[in-house]
């Protein structure tokens, strides 16, 4: 098959993985790695038109023989198919007999939408509706001032009656007074009335005319636009290992489909593995060219499917295929937070990296987990903060709701402080530096976090320089805010340091483990006033 690169020395018995390796680890198989530097050295020779997520999968043919497919995500240089590259998942042949006289129906529709907006006769009713109510505000406005006028002359007339007047004479000012009192009421009723009578007609010559032909117009390229939408879905017909097909919506629960959803480049080089028998041995999908603006790419490392698009998509389509057990976070059972600190108010815990600070979706061991079994009489939140799974240190744990309290004014109010120690993938210049990029989550790639100065909350880091060895930076981080992943991104983002921490399998290459470790915490105790300074070494 063209598709397929063959090795050009097959791989031995002992070198091919018998079970493919969870996509979402980030831990791609030697013969992936080796597929991909091979197709690394053919994208050089390529124009390479900005920054772009490739992937390889590695495939025997039903000979046996050994190679790998080459896929990219969305489109290449504006174009679906390449050659040399899968094509994507859509049924072209399908799509074009559907897509082009909808899209044009639909266009034709915002056409007329449009035309109908900018009517001049429309324009020209929607300016006279606009004239008539500023003249309606103008006269009832007047009416009003000339009422309170009134009412304060009649105020005045019925002090200064005579009471000495007999009781029929100054009942018959009184009732004078009434009347007059009833006649500016209704003036300012029948004014009313006039306005919105002739207010009224204008509206609803615009609406009969204009308003409910662009509503109809409206729904129906809505209703357009959804079959559409629906259409296309159906077009991505997904396949497993099974040979069995699903439509792309299916997958999501009945929710629309993120943008590009199956147009990433690992459902398309499964899909075509599957659509000609090919045994799925190993995948790996790398970033070649110039980093994006706003998330952390970096040219050449590889990185993980993307969790919004395909994380609802790979399971149905690895059905059927011999994958290793998803072992994200390894043996927790031997790990174990260490009290660093504790009175009768408070304790302060050393995590260790891979232990979740709070249970999971499907993992239950966690800091919280280990704090509700051994204090069985605290009350409240427990923990004060958290720490991402992969780092370790220093965790501030309340014993009572009021002493949690007491402490998370101190974080809103910024009195507590912090310092990491992290070991960075490159040697950076700056001895002291301050990092400010705003964060905000990836929406289609959660919990990765992207730089944004539109969406995105202010978040604020300090970073010291300690020492240079071997082409990698031990700094120390000082947290102003406290975003997800803050120092994560600050640390990778090529507008902060550009070098990622050491083992950070998200933003930069995976490890053993991520070399961030939460050292030192320092904070007022909350019961004696007294300035508590904790301290526990990194273990690296």
């Known amino acids: 098959m063209s598709y397929i690169q063959y090795f050009s020395s097959q791989p031995v018995r002992t070198q091919i993985p018998s079970l493919l390796r969870d996509p979402f680890a980030n831990d791609p198989h030697p013969l992936a790695i080796r597929a991909s530097k091979d197709l690394q050295r053919r994208l050089e020779s390529r124009a390479s038109g900005g920054g772009k997520m490739f992937g390889v999968l590695v495939v025997a043919d039903p000979s046996g023989r050994l190679g790998y497919l080459s896929g990219f995500s969305g489109m290449l240089n504006k174009q679906w198919s390449v050659s040399g590259f899968v094509p994507p998942v859509f ?117 009969s005319e204009y308003e409910k032909k662009i509503e109809a117009l409206f729904s129906q390229r809505t209703v ?61 999908e790398f970033w070649w060219g110039p980093s994006p603006a706003s998330g952390v790419r970096y040219h050449g490392h590889f990185y993980p499917p993307c969790r919004g698009k395909c994380h609802p998509i790979l399971p149905h389509m690895l059905e059927g295929v011999a994958t290793e057990p998803s072992n994200k976070y390894g043996d927790l059972e031997s790990l174990v937070p260490v009290v660093v600190f504790e009175d009768d108010h408070l304790l302060v815990v050393n995590k260790p990296a891979g232990l979740l600070s709070v249970p999971g979706k499907s993992v239950k061991d966690s800091v919280f987990s280990w704090l ?21 240190g220093l965790l501030l744990v309340a014993k009572t709701s009021d002493i949690h309290k007491r402490l998370q004014r101190q974080f809103i109010d910024r009195t507590i402080k912090k310092r990491y120690v992290a070991v960075l993938s490159k040697v950076v210049s700056e001895q002291d530096i301050s990092i400010d990029l705003p964060l905000r989550v ?64 998200l933003y930069g290459t995976r490890a053993e483990r991520m070399l961030l470790h939460a050292e030192n915490l320092s904070f007022e105790h909350p019961i004696t006033g007294e300035r508590m300074d904790i301290q526990a070494d990194a273990p690296f």
């Open 91 to 207: 049924d072209r042949e399908q799509q074009s007999s559907f897509l082009p006289v909808g899209e044009a129906r639909v266009n034709e529709l915002s056409a007329e939408i449009n035309s109908c907006l900018q009517a001049p006769d429309r324009l020209l009713a929607i300016e006279s509706l606009s004239a008539l109510e500023n003249k309606k505000d103008e006269a009832l406005d007047w009416i009003k001032v000339q009422n309170k006028s009134n009412k304060k002359s009649r105020q005045q007339q019925r002090n200064d009656i005579d009471h000495g007047l007999g009781e029929e004479v100054i009942e018959r000012k009184l009732q004078a007074l009434a009347s007059r009192s009833q006649r500016d009421k209704r003036e300012l009723l029948q004014a009313k009335s006039y306005w919105a009578q002739r207010i009224k007609f204008v509206r609803e010559q615009l609406d």
């Open 442 to 505: 990836d929406l289609d790639d959660r919990p990765r976090q992207l730089v944004c100065y539109e969406h995105g909350k202010h978040a604020l880091t300090h970073m010291k320089l300690l020492s240079t060895d071997n082409g990698t930076s031990r700094v120390h981080f000082y947290p102003v805010t406290g975003r997800t992943h803050q120092l994560r991104v600050h640390a990778a983002h090529v507008d902060g340091l550009a070098a990622p921490i050491v083992g950070d399998s």
């Open 372 to 392: 509700r079994e051994r204090y069985v009489h605290a009350t409240g939140p427990l923990l004060v903060h958290r720490l991402d799974g992969g780092t370790s």
């Open 224 to 284: 357009l636009s959804q079959r559409l939408h629906d259409q296309v879905f159906d077009s991505y017909q997904l396949m497993n290992g099974r040979s069995e097909k699903v439509s792309l919506k299916s997958l999501f629960d009945g929710d629309i489909p993120p943008a590009g959803a199956a147009d990433c480049a690992a459902p398309k080089l499964i899909q075509f593995a599957h659509q000609n028998r090919l045994a799925i041995l190993a995948l790996a």
